[in-house]
């Protein structure tokens, strides 16, 4: 049973894909071989079979999946809260306790996913129902809705009201105990359908998206919409493709490179703040610092773009651009940026001060540029724009991406700075010593399962150190 | 009546022809697969990270989150009406801003950090700054015809915004006025994505397209299709080279923008749900993906293998970010909590 919508192109896109997988595990759990073990439960007077405490179902959850008793404690709520399984003692509570409190599973026949949507019609029924049964056990919530229904389908209104007496005197027949086994599915079939003001509605499926695309298409293409695409593709088609091979070569290069730069994947030095609680790292790696780490040194060296990315890397860049006598490119660089995202009320003045300082003839702080750009950027300055200096800082950029930017690499000064960066210490959480791998993502208690059967104890130990860390790092 | 039909379909000819040869130049320089060329690289195993954060505080769905430039920050937008800043690491929350509208779709924390921005279906894109005693409206950026999906800020002075309207638009914050108005999908604009060097961005929309736009031109560059359902989420690879999709059918994709093709498809049978976020790690090798089945799938970008899953959330997983030091990644779901792992 899944709940499906139709796609475009006909295919079937799972809406609630967890139900069919939350059928399949309460099918497993009542399964007369390996399923739980049943209980009689005592309501009362009147004794229901077939039930079975939140203790049981965790445990059971435990035992079949190899998980813990967090997860297992989670995993049982959500099929309480999707109403897979419901509580006899507070049926309006839909949260699993774990301990003697009594649960049953719900009949197929109230799954969500069987009857989904719920029908106004069956709601009207069934308030109807509780209605005739004891005058007034309706909470109030729930008479609003049944006079708001009592307007919306008036015309049927007989029908309803002919089907809850129908269905009331049918149960009637029945043994009391089943009797009272139907009521309760069908009341949390319905605490789930239609909750009780502020309760969580965990079939709200949000903002339904209107499907405008089939309507919007045939408005849009009219002969204005194909010349814009034609152009929009003469212009695509135009541009230069590079062979897949090599631009596939750069992410696999890439990815290596950034590999050890990569925290999630490698961990980091001294320890990651979120595991450790420690801010060290994010201190040593602030702006600015006296000594920068190893790791933000040698990312300098990646890339053009990461050195000027980083403003200590560019601090050093220009330092080394003094002493080369080329800073005024780095300079001019930076003003070209500032115009490009700058405030655009302060544009004219801000080109007007790049134009003297660096472009006019004789200027202070000269900057090399071909003159077929020159000209091009001159002409541009009386109507300055946000992207009037784009053509220049390009030729500088490139200016210093192939000269300065490989010379500056092999320089003193970079190797100095490299070899006294700092290489932090990993620090060790002191608490679990048997917790190594301190830096790296925890193994899947999957590979736990193969270890266990060499060194039971520790793994136990370790599984507990586990559900300790996380708990204590909840907010 | 007959003339303009015949023009048209004139007109239409001549476009399916030009698309036909920009596939033709695409098949041209496809030399190489992805699993050829990622065949030496090891493979990963299965990665499992640890949940170590969990963020109570908001009392309705979470539908976005964004990340401060400072990796310790994060702003959230829930239907509960409010915006919440986080300092992640205390988990305390540092600022409330109280919204307008409930019907938040979208977040962003611009990269001084000074400003957040938030919209949905009021078509308005809200800034504030939340640097002053209680936070205040900057700026409200009104001229979109739908919802607002998806912003980002390039800087103090400039927003880009993408809206139900079909539309991307790119703001002036001082005048807050509209700079440029991209226009070519032909769906919804679901989510945008700014490039590392800033001089162009991405879109993905209910057209199943994605596009890449330059911001000086203001015209579409480059289109991408391959999809078969809306594309929600886009994200750039960290060299800017190349671009993840995450769509309703279910898969994710990544195009490389300089051969101009998809790439490789990372897609499982058993998933059989639709994406709602995808986001990276630092190295480009990660693809974390939220779904709609309550889960954040692992992918291994260059193997294109599922290699981990996030769950611990009880509702659909309608966000995710990786903060630029990549310390970790975040997901944000319907169930009202955000949740850190590494």
Sequence with gaps: MTISTVGKGDWHREQMACFRKMEKVTVAMQDPDMGMKMRNQRLLITVIPHAMTGRDIIDWLIQKYNICDEEALHLGDMLVRYGYIYPLKEPRCLVLQPDECPYRFQTPYFWTSTRWPASELDYAIYLAKKNIRKQGELMDYEKERYSVLNKRINHTWDFVVMQAREQLRASKQRRKADRIVLECQEQAYWLINRPPPGAHNVLDMGLERPNTFSSRVPLNQNSDYYKKEIETCRRALGRNRVKSSICLEGFVKYSEQYQNHDPIMQ??????PWISDDTAHWTMNAQVVPTPTRLRVERWSFSFMELLSDPMGRQEFMTYLEKEFSAENLCFWQACEDIKHGENSKIGEKVEDVYKTFLAPG?????????????????????????????????????????????????????????????????KKSVFPFMRRQRHSSPSPAQAVAVATEDDGRIKQAGQAGTNSVAGSQV | MAAEKAEMDKLKKECDALRTQIEAARKAVNDGSMSASAGGVAGLGR??????????????????MHWSADSRQMVSASQDGKLLIWDTFTGNKLVAVPLKSAWVMSVAFAPSGNLVASGGLDNICTVYNIKAASPKTLRELDAHTGYLSCCRFLSDTEILTASGDTTCCLWDLETGKQKTVFTNHIGDCMSLALSPDMNTFISGACDSLAKLWDLREGACKQTFSGHTSDINAIAFFQNGHAIITGSDDCSCKMYDLRSDQEVITY??????????????????????????????HIWDSLKGEKIGVLSGHDNRVSCTGVPNDGMGVCTGSWDSFLKLWN
């Design chain 1, 267 to 272: 961990g980091c030095l001294p320890s990651n």
């Design chain 2, 47 to 64: 990665i499992q990270l640890k949940l170590r954060k969990n963020l109570k505080g908001h009392l309705a769905k979470i539908y976005a």
């Design chain 1, 363 to 427: 200027a202070v702080r000269w900057v090399n540029i071909d003159s077929k750009t020159m000209d091009k950027t001159l002409e541009g300055i009386k109507e300055p724009h946000h992207f009037v200096m784009d053509d220049a800082q390009m030729h500088i950029y490139f200016l210093m991406k192939k000269d300065s930017y490989p010379r500056y690499l092999k320089s003193d000064l970079y190797k100095n700075m490299l070899a006294k960066a700092v290489v932090p210490q990993e620090t």
């Design chain 2, 267 to 296: 897609q499982d049978p058993s998933l059989n749900a639709g994406v709602t976020s995808v986001a990276l790690s630092n190295s480009g090798r990660l693809i974390f993906a939220g779904y709609d089945d309550f889960n954040c």
